[in-house]
């Protein structure tokens, strides 16, 4: 059945609810990228939970509650892990309900901005610049419309529109005015696509993700020969089935690292739920993790260090009273359509006294021509722009702008020109009419915020389109001495001559968009990690190439829609927020791998040992849930989530493995190493639930210090926490067992709570905690070599140094 195309006065009432009824809605993917089934579905059914999940039904059977427990926990991590995601998710779900830009659309006559979800079929959607088409259409209205397509085609020149032309979703305007009519809206449309790849619910280009998936491929790898050698081992060992039941899963449940995945995505999600609380929309997550690793931040001035409102301050008269100055200027800003920051301050300070003069032609502002300009019948060709731009170098008037310009105020030229504006050759000869002075505000916490920076050690470049003069005034009131003050028209071309200027500079005016992105590249070049700041159209592609981009929630939509990072309340102090944000799940998912890694490794050593000696394995799962609780689990929910304010740096994957598999190594050996010596002999009447109780306190000695290595820098909560972990682990070792003996005489059902641990035997014990002091002392030798080879100087309290 064919739709008749709407007039374009748009469609009425009766059009849109035909339209809606036959599901030609925008109809959008979800804003956070996983539905609840996804977050549920990703906790819960994991390669990571499906050993611990089937040793925990086997356990069970055994009906040895107590040496279940550790399947409990894992049910409850998954919970927690759960609860945590959704509320990630309903925070970016909100959140990108706020930040989204609403779309224009014209039904009945009337523009009316509505939800993009209900936008149908046959629309006509008003556009102007700095507005992202959000739906494929074909253009029924243009005025110098210029639409930049580089998002989907990389062609950075933007294209002339005209009636009848195709515009795609995921563009934007960078000049002009129109509308275009939807043609193809919801899943069918680019818009889709890009909804989902901008607003994600993910951890792509993740360093940490990347370095915990090659763990994880690393330790599936060696959980096969050692996990079916282990099996065959304890199952033909003596005893009942329940026994060796219970010897398995004690060897393979902590070859699992299930803890280590959760806290990874706990630790984001509630990252994502406190910048939630700052007002900053996260629409990729590894955001969090990227600005943490910036060491170069790009801010353009306008809108980011300065707010994008502007008054009208003074006119500085090159001939005449002015009176007709004046005028000229109400008449510009009141017959543009789209006025930008200036016009709108212009039109606000002067009204419009008498009748509209008639618009002949009229060329739009663009950030590449750097002016703006109209034809009236009768009255002349007016231009309005920068002054080094008209008015030629060195002149008189060039000067003055100058002088006006450094006190950090914005300059605009008024001038008549000797062609019509559209003509191709525009601006032509332009006589200088009168010189337009526009004040900026500085953002309060602009100041505050670029100290920060500078104690962070991370460099900040003041990047603008404005006079280089008036950029360095703002930057210098601001108290930052940033160097040179550099006009970008004066960058030489070469691109390693460039990139030393940009590397060299921290402050550019005059520049380009097509600048703005060079400046990226030329600093990404040189091993930079780069944010980049802004609210225009000019800096979208700048945003798109840096590795972090962070937009203004008052911005354009075309610059929200690229950036990672959306400050809604458009307060730059909100970014040493992220920072800190950044800064903490990254050094705290590091402590947390290596907790995880170092239990996995010792756990995969003593099991490969035990099964090639075939023995027994010395633990039931109940022990291991000690060992889990006291000296990882506990601790590293709590350091996952503490203030980290250290400086991210590369090289995650190489510190972690550098760490816990000597550590890991040190502690299953040492712990086999008093397994051998406190075992009896058959025939001999030992006991071995002491040898197990031995081999489990070398175990409990060598994984504290694990802890209490992993834990530093220390603090005194640190201190704390470690010293409240080491307490609990030895107490079920030496007071549990004997508290339960004791109380199961009086209730008999407490008696399936027994430990069964022995810690009566002195001389056993006293080689169980040698052995383990030893370990410690070599964890502790192995905390400083790794510390050497990946070249950190290491302090035990205080910071770390050498970054």
């Not at 739709?3 to 979800?30: F, H, K, Q, Y």
């Not at 003041?462 to 009131?477: E, F």
Request: with cysteine; proline share 6%.
């Amino acid at each position: 059945m064919t739709i008749a195309e709407p007039a374009t006065t748009g469609l009425t009432a009766a059009d849109v609810a035909d339209r809606v009824a036959r599901g030609l809605v925008n109809e959008l993917p979800p804003r956070s990228g996983r539905t609840t089934w996804d977050i549920v579905r990703a906790n819960v059914f994991t390669r990571i939970n499906f050993l611990p999940m089937l040793l925990f039904v086997m356990v069970l059977t055994t009906g040895s509650i107590v040496n279940a427990l550790f399947g409990f926990l894992i049910i409850i991590n998954s919970g927690i892990g759960i609860v945590q995601e959704l509320r990630a998710k309903r925070t970016l779900d909100n959140l990108a309900v706020v930040g989204e830009g609403k779309p224009s659309v014209r039904r009945e006559g009337v523009a009316t901005e509505i939800p993009r979800e209900q936008i149908v079929v046959d629309d006509i959607i008003e556009i102007g610049p700095g507005d992202q088409v959000i739906v494929d259409g074909e253009v029924v209205e243009a005025s110098y419309l210029e639409v930049d397509e580089s998002l989907l085609t990389g062609e950075s020149d933007p294209l002339l529109k005209q009636p009848g032309d195709a515009v795609m979703s995921g563009s934007f305007v960078v000049a002009g005015v129109g509308a275009y009519r939807a043609t193809r809206v919801g899943h069918d449309s680019y818009a889709a696509r890009l909804t989902m790849e901008a607003s994600k619910f993910s951890l792509v280009k993740s360093e940490l993700q990347s370095g915990i998936n090659k763990i994880l491929r690393l330790i599936t790898w060696m959980l096969i020969p050692v996990g079916l050698a282990t099996v065959w081992v304890q199952w033909n060992q003596p005893g009942t089935w329940q026994e060796k039941i219970l010897s398995m899963a004690g060897a393979l449940v902590p070859m699992v690292p299930e803890g280590l995945v959760l806290l990874t995505s706990l630790a984001f999600a509630v990252g994502v739920v406190r910048l939630g609380r700052q007002n900053v929309l996260v629409q990729e997550l590894p955001a969090i993790e990227g600005l943490a690793r910036v060491d170069v931040v790009c801010a353009d001035k306008t809108g980011t260090l300065t707010e994008n409102g502007l008054q009208f301050g003074e006119l500085d008269v090159l001939a005449g009273d002015g009176d007709d100055e004046r005028e000229v200027l109400a008449q510009l800003a009141a017959a543009d359509p789209r006025p930008n920051a200036s016009v709108v301050a212009l039109a606000h300070s002067l009204p419009l006294a008498g009748d509209a003069w008639q618009v002949d032609a009229m060329a739009p502002f663009t950030s590449a021509k750097k002016w703006s300009g109209m034809s009236f019948e009768g009255h002349g060709n007016w231009v309005l722009g920068a002054p080094d731009v008209l008015a030629p170098p060195g002149s008189e008037v060039a000067q003055r702008a100058e002088q006006a310009g450094s006190t950090g105020r914005r300059v605009l030229l008024l001038g008549e020109s000797d062609r019509p504006v559209d003509a191709p050759d525009a601006p032509g000869t332009v006589t200088p009419a009168a010189l337009v002075i526009l004040e900026q505000k500085v953002r309060p916490e602009a100041r505050d915020t670029l100290a920060y920076f500078a104690d962070q050690d991370v460099a900040v470049k003041v990047i603008s389109g404005d006079n280089a003069v008036s950029v360095g005034a703002v930057t210098g009131s601001l108290g930052v001495d940033a160097g040179e003050v550099v006009d970008a028209r004066t960058l030489p071309e070469a691109p390693e001559l460039f990139a030393d200027k940009v590397e060299q500079a921290g402050v550019f005016g005059r520049v380009t968009p097509q600048q703005k992105r060079e400046m990226v590249a030329a600093l990404q070049s040189r091993g930079h990690n780069v944010a980049m700041t802004g609210d225009g159209v000019n800096d979208v592609l700048a945003i798109k190439d840096s590795d972090l981009g962070v937009a203004m929630g008052s911005g354009a939509p075309a610059t929200r829609s690229v950036a990672q990072l959306v400050l809604l309340d458009d307060s730059f102090a909100t970014l040493p927020h992220v920072v800190a944000e950044g800064r903490r799940v990254i050094g705290n998912i590091e402590r947390v791998a290596n907790f995880f890694l170092s239990k996995t490794i010792y756990s995969i050593v003593l099991a490969l040992l035990v099964a090639i000696w075939r023995l027994p394995f010395p633990f039931v799962p109940i022990h291991i849930s000690f060992v889990g609780w006291f000296t990882i689990g506990i601790p590293a929910s709590i350091l996952a989530l503490a203030p980290n304010a250290e400086r991210a740096r590369p090289g995650f994957l190489k510190r972690v493995l550098s760490f816990s598999i000597p550590s890991g190594i040190v502690v299953g050996l040492a712990t086999f190493a008093t397994y051998l010596l406190v075992l009896p002999h058959p025939g001999s009447g030992g006991n071995p639930v002491q040898a197990s109780t031995a081999a489990l306190l070398t175990l409990m000695i060598g994984g504290t210090w694990v802890m209490a290595a992993t834990a530093r820098p220390y603090e005194w909560w640190k201190l704390l926490l470690i010293g409240v972990c080491g307490l609990a682990a030895f107490a079920s070792i030496f007071w549990l067992p004997g508290w339960v003996g004791a109380w199961a005489q009086a209730v008999p059902a407490i008696a399936r709570f027994d430990p069964q641990l022995d810690p009566s035997n002195v001389a056993l014990m006293g080689t169980g905690a040698a052995v383990g002091l030893l370990a410690a002392a070599l964890v502790e030798v192995v905390w400083w070599v790794s510390g050497r080879l990946t070249g950190e100087h290491r302090h035990v309290f205080g910071t770390l140094a050498g970054r």
